[in-house]
C-alpha cells in the first residue's frame, strides 16, 4: 500500500506594514516562498500602499497597522520607520500575530526590551533582519570557528567605509536626525556587521568608542564616522571603524583571528554585492584575493544595494516561516538583535561620557610591563 502524501501546510497569511524601499526585498521575499499570501499592505501614505497593492497584486492596502491586523495575518513584517518598529511589534504581540521586523530592531535599548518582552508573553515569534548572517561566506567563517579550524575568537577587525552622497540625507526629512532615524552611520549601515562581529566574537564585556561629523554635518545631526575598540567576554578584543565621509567607498572588511592562529576575513565590495571570503590563513598557507579589484565601480546607490540583498532577504524570510511551521526559534531571534543595538548605543555613550562602557566583568588578561625608560 503506498502511503499517503503528507498534507501541505497551511497557507501563511502575511501583511507588510511600511511602504517604503526595503518593503520591496520583503514583498520579493514573500513573494518566492509557497503556502505564502501576502494579504495586505499598510502605509500612512494610503496612496502609497496602493500604490505598492496594485503593483504587488496584494489584495488589501490600509492606512493602519490595526487595519492590517485585522486582515487575520499570521505575520506582520515591519519596514516602518526605526524608531516606530515598537509600536507596531506591540500592537502585532497584542492581537498574537508573529513579527519580523527590519533592523534596528529599535534605536533605544529599553524599548527594544520591550519588544521582546512582548512577543514573549503573546508567545509569539520575533525575529529581525540580519540578512547577511545568510551570506556563504558567513556561514563559512562562523563554521570555522565551530569546528576549531579557527578556534575560538582572540582579535577581530570590522571596517565599515562606505560613500553616501549628502543627496542620500537630505531627500528624507527623517534621515540623520537622533529622533527619527536614531543614530548615523552606526544605527544604520554599520549595525548589519556589528551583528556578524558579535555574531563571530561571542559576548561583550566593555566598548570604548567616539563618533565625529567629518564630512555631512550639513545635512545630519547625527555621526558620519566612528571608531571603537570592544573586549569580549572571553578576553577576545576587536577594533571597529565605520564611516560614510569615504569617497570613493571602500566596502566592507571584517577579519577574525582564533585561539588557533588561524585567521579569515570576508569583504563586501561594492556595497551590496555578497560578502566573499577574501583571506583564509590557516595550517601555515594564506589563500587571499583582492579585496577591491581593478574595475568595479565602488560607489553604489542604495536601490542597487537594496536589489542585491533581495536573496538574502529570501533566505531570512524563508528561515523564518519554517520557524513558525516547526514552532521552534528563527535563525535571529529579537534577543540576539538587541546585542547588536546594545554595542552601537554603548559607542554613543563612551563617546559622550569619555568612558569606557561596561555590560560584564572584565576577564583577567596577562599584562605585560611596560618598558622603563634607560
Known sequence: MTPSASPAPRTLRVGIAGCGAISRNHLAAFRALDNVQITGVCDVDLDRAQATAAAWGVPAAVATVGELLDLDLDLVSVCTPHPTHEDVVLQAA???VHVLCEKPIAI???????????????????GVLFQRRFWPAAQRIRAAIDDGTLGRPIMGQCSVMLHRDPEYYSRDAWRGTWANDGGGVLMTQAIHYIDLLQWFMGDVAEVYGRINTYKHGHHIEVEDSAAAVITFTSGAMATLEASTAVSPSLGVQLRVTGETGASASLTEFPEGSDGRVDLWAVAETISAEPAHPEGVHPNVDLATINGQLIPH??????????ALRDRTDP?????DATKALRIL???YESSRSG???????LPST??????VAG
Open 94 to 96: 497584542a492581537a498574537g
Open 345 to 347: 548605543l554603548a559607542v
Open 366 to 371: 596577562k599584562q605585560t610591563p611596560a618598558p
Open 313 to 322: 532577504h529570501t533566505t531570512q524570510v524563508r528561515d523564518f516561516v519554517q
Open 355 to 361: 568612558q569606557p562602557v561596561r555590560f560584564a566583568a
Open 331 to 335: 535563525a535571529i531571534t529579537g534577543h
Open 108 to 126: 533605544e535599548l529599553a524599548s527594544a526590551e520591550r519588544m521582546v518582552a512582548a512577543c514573549d508573553a503573546a508567545e509569539v515569534r520575533l
